[in-house]
């Protein structure tokens, strides 16, 4: 598991707010910083079974076969940032213990 060091994390959202204040809006800041986090826990989702397992936390820097990604202000967890590939949904978001990241296997 890749961690950040919370030097990391703060330059992280440095560059997030340098952005926003360049002309974009805190919602994209949001944004920002979930796309570039690296979570510190992850769950992969059973669908069928409605149940979430946590599992190791993959490095999504080397993520591969992404074919669709993005950010979603209104997620059902809260703000959230997605990475499809073409068997898994990954969504990246915050909680109390930091950001999380669940991964569903696709059908």
Do not use: W
Not at 69 to 76: K, M, R, S
Request: one cysteine or more; glycine letters at 8%.
């Amino acid at each position: 598991m890749v961690s950040r060091t919370q030097e990391e994390e703060a330059q992280i959202i440095s560059e997030a707010v340098i952005r926003r204040t360049a002309g974009g809006s805190p919602v994209e800041a949001v944004g920002i910083v979930l796309r570039d986090a690296q979570p510190e826990k992850a769950f992969l989702v059973h669908l069928n079974e409605k149940k979430a397992v946590e599992c190791d936390v993959p490095d999504l820097r080397t993520l591969e076969g992404i074919t669709d990604q993005g950010f979603d202000p209104q997620g059902v967890l809260g703000p959230t940032y997605y990475r499809m590939t073409q068997t898994h949904y990954y969504s990246t978001f915050f909680t109390k213990e930091g950001v999380t990241l669940t991964i569903t296997k696709l059908k």
